[in-house]
């Protein structure tokens, strides 16, 4: 396998071969060599990095490496010489071993313990990819001053702009679904994406322009088994971002950039599968969902305030976390209420991929860490037989008590929730302790940085106080 791919770098004459791997926050980091220098030894020796620069914090030490993996590779689009590009897992040193920290490591292990759980099942995922292109971005903050300033040619605040590009084809808030030229001014951008996904393997279903006026985008992509989309959308993250700077645009998955404008998800369509077919579906069952697929369903709902600690992992997931905007704010499912965590989509007309629709995560989530955890919750509910009860039309779900039950509405909230809930996540060891413990500190360290920051807002409510 090693000889083939090494004859084959030499048969296409790459210049440069990078290596990616994801760091502890969900960002992919990059290292580069000479093609010439890529030899059966990488792969077994791998390359030096200081782990410690990044977030991994070796127990051992700063040293670690990072070993090539040739089961995801790709012509890299934006090199001007010719470069493959390999995905590389994280590893100790002394012995080489996977680092516990390393979010691919997590997700494999995940997989490993579907595997041991119910053989001959693969899990499989299908994130929707939602984001803003914005024309300028700036923003800083200063012991004596904050601001942000977004900008995008296509937003309803740019209708009495007096520039030679004013033509009067704005699109109103929140009425960009689906926009046609020549309101939509973004199609050439997310044709020329779909095009490098095309060349790098990933089908994708279908584009459009989305709700939001400002340039919201949505790029939606075929099905694959939970490591291989993994991979696959931190290369589609990566595109996109690439091709809108080629465009002189900024691409953001960030969940809520703009104000009164719809925030931006990465819903996630999921469902187990032997032999090709999704053994969520059931033709006699009620929504033709299997007892399997309600277990699983089940279980991701018991854990949902818990999940949201990977799946929407930032202090801005919960200002698109709110009533009024499509947004998931109640722990139920719906056939069609999309304010419901989990939607079963009512177009589904092929068996094969019968699946439920996670829908609070967001963009600032580790894929391979949001992956792992809605996998590991959908086992327990398997597994312990959880009953998700009936599905729900009203935007909130309701308890035994009739409270109604609500996701946690800010990221502190989920955290509590994770230190009570967790238990699911760390059987096998697949979410290690330590891996735990460093997300949560990360996490509570952006929210203080948050905390002790004037807002702009509060000027408008308290400066002549």
């Not at 030899?39 to 620069?53: A, M, R, V």
């Not at 004013?166 to 939509?184: C, F, N, T, V």
């Amino acid at each position: 396998m090693i000889e083939k791919f090494l004859k084959m770098v030499k048969d296409k004459k790459y210049e440069q071969v990078d290596f990616k791997f994801t760091d502890i926050k969900g960002g992919w980091r990059h290292l580069t060599i000479p093609a010439e220098k890529l030899s059966e030894k990488t792969f077994t020796d791998g390359i030096g990095i200081d782990g410690s620069s990044i977030g991994f914090l070796s127990v051992k030490a700063g040293d670690m490496i990072i070993i090539p993996d040739i089961s995801f590779y790709f012509e890299d689009p934006f090199w001007d010489d010719p470069t493959i590009s390999i995905v590389a897992n994280v590893c100790e040193v002394n012995p080489t071993e996977p680092h516990e920290r390393d979010p691919r490591f997590t997700a494999r292990k995940a997989v490993e313990r579907l595997s041991k759980a119910l053989p001959g099942v693969e899990a499989f995922m299908g994130p929707e990819f939602e984001f803003y292109l914005f024309d300028e971005v700036r923003y800083d903050q200063a012991p004596n001053h904050g601001f942000y300033f977004l900008d995008a040619e296509e937003a309803e605040w740019n209708s009495g702009t007096e520039t030679d590009l004013s033509l009067g084809h704005q699109i109103r808030y929140k009425e960009g679904y689906h926009a046609a030229p020549p309101q939509d001014k973004t199609y050439d951008i997310r044709a020329r994406i779909c095009k490098h996904l095309k060349n790098v393997g990933i089908q994708v279903k279908y584009h459009h322009h989305e709700v939001g006026g400002a340039s919201q985008q949505e790029i939606e992509t075929s099905f694959a088994s939970l490591m291989e989309m993994a991979d696959k959308s931190q290369l589609v993250k990566y595109i996109i971002k690439n091709t809108a700077a080629r465009y002189g645009k900024s691409a953001s998955f960030m969940p809520k950039p703009l104000f009164m404008e719809p925030g931006s998800g990465l819903h996630v369509h999921q469902f187990l599968s032997r032999d090709g077919r999704s053994i969520f579906y059931d033709l006699d069952k009620p929504l033709k969902l299997s007892d399997t697929g309600r277990h699983y369903l089940g279980g991701i709902l018991k854990h949902a305030p818990s999940l949201l600690a990977f799946t929407s992992p930032s202090t801005n997931s919960f200002k698109r976390l709110v009533p009024g905007f499509e947004a998931p704010v109640g722990i139920n499912y719906s056939v069609g209420n999309r304010t419901a965590a989990v939607r079963i989509p009512g177009y589904i007309k092929d068996p094969d991929v019968m699946r439920i629709e996670f829908r609070p995560p967001d963009g600032t989530a580790n894929i391979y860490l949001a992956f792992a955890a809605m996998l590991m919750a959908g086992l327990d509910g398997i597994e312990n037989k959880i009953d998700p009860g009936e599905p729900l039309e009203e935007i909130s779900g309701q308890t035994e008590a009739g409270k109604p039950r609500m996701l946690p509405y800010s990221l502190a909230r989920t955290f509590e929730a994770l230190e009570d809930d967790k238990e699911f996540l760390t059987r096998d060891g697949v979410f290690s302790d330590e891996l735990i413990d460093t997300w949560t500190k990360l996490k509570k360290s952006e929210m203080d940085q948050v905390k002790v920051r004037p807002h702009p807002w509060e000027f408008r409510l308290y400066y002549d106080a």
